[in-house]
């Protein structure tokens, strides 16, 4: 089993950016799609993007569209989610899962700490 670890969040005033880090151990990540989600205090949690093995494919929610990017760098176990022009809606804790289905992503197993994003008006 894959172990993920986020790191990255921080205050940023509106329109910055900020890069988040899912990093794996125990397992090589470049066997299952990465993606990050995002959670609110008292909201669901919501699907932000992903990515495939490769990277040749990624997948985001609307809201981000043109704004966050999704990267990996298999090398070094790690996958990383490039947030740009950040809105204050935007502002919560990002999670970071694996799987080997695309369609199960964030189904199944254990989440990792987060790290949290705080976006200031």
């Known amino acids: 089993q894959v172990q993920l670890v986020e790191s990255g969040g921080g205050l940023v005033q509106a329109g910055g950016s900020l890069r988040l880090s899912c990093a794996a151990s125990?397992?090589?990540?470049?066997?299952?799609?990465v993606g990050w989600f995002r959670q609110e205090p008292g909201k669901e949690r919501e699907f932000v993007a992903a990515?495939?093995?490769?990277?040749?494919?990624?997948y985001y929610a609307d809201s981000v569209k043109g704004r966050f990017t999704i990267s990996r760098d298999n090398a070094k176990n790690t996958v990383y989610l490039q947030l740009n022009d950040l809105l204050p809606r935007d502002a919560a804790g990002y999670y970071c899962?694996?799987?080997?289905?695309?369609?199960?992503?964030?189904?199944?197993?254990?989440w990792g700490q987060g790290t949290q994003v705080t976006v200031s008006s």
């Open positions: 125990g397992r090589t990540i470049s066997d299952y799609y």
């Open positions: 990515i495939g093995w490769s990277g040749d494919s990624a």
């Open positions: 899962a694996a799987d080997s289905e695309l369609a199960l992503l964030g189904t199944r197993g254990s």
